[in-house]
């Protein structure tokens, strides 16, 4: 069982920038981890993953040079830094994680919400 805390998120004006964090209670047994945002009355959708082992990164391509996932072994620790932000960024951003390659992501945190003003 793997426990993901998000923080960081917040109220921001367009043009400015958040980092949002997710702390992994145990990343050792964990494929990949990835952050997912689900604004207000839509789904949830992809924004950016990052494999344990090797850090290759993948985007979702409407928000590639914007937003950057990065991750600290040490502390367990994803980072999704987000820059440029427009209020259609607004939304809950999740953390997720998921076990090996075919499985969908199976652990997933609370939520931040991150709101963007204009």
């Known amino acids: 069982q793997v426990q993901l805390v998000e923080s960081g998120g917040g109220l921001v004006q367009a043009g400015g920038s958040l980092r949002l964090s997710c702390a992994a209670s145990?990343?050792?047994?964990?494929?990949?981890m990835g952050w997912f945002r689900q604004a207000p009355g839509q789904g949830r959708k992809f924004v950016a993953s990052i494999t344990w082992s090797g850090a290759t990164t993948t985007y979702v391509d409407s928000l590639k040079g914007r937003f950057t996932i990065s991750k600290d072994n040490a502390k367990n620790t994803v980072y999704l830094q987000m820059n440029s932000l427009k209020p259609e960024d607004t939304a809950v951003y999740y953390c997720?994680?998921?076990?090996?390659?075919?499985?969908?992501?199976?652990?997933w945190g609370q939520g931040t919400q991150v709101t963007v003003s204009s």
């Open positions: 997720a994680a998921k076990m090996t390659p075919l499985q969908t992501y199976n652990f």
């Open positions: 145990d990343t050792v047994s964990a494929y990949a």
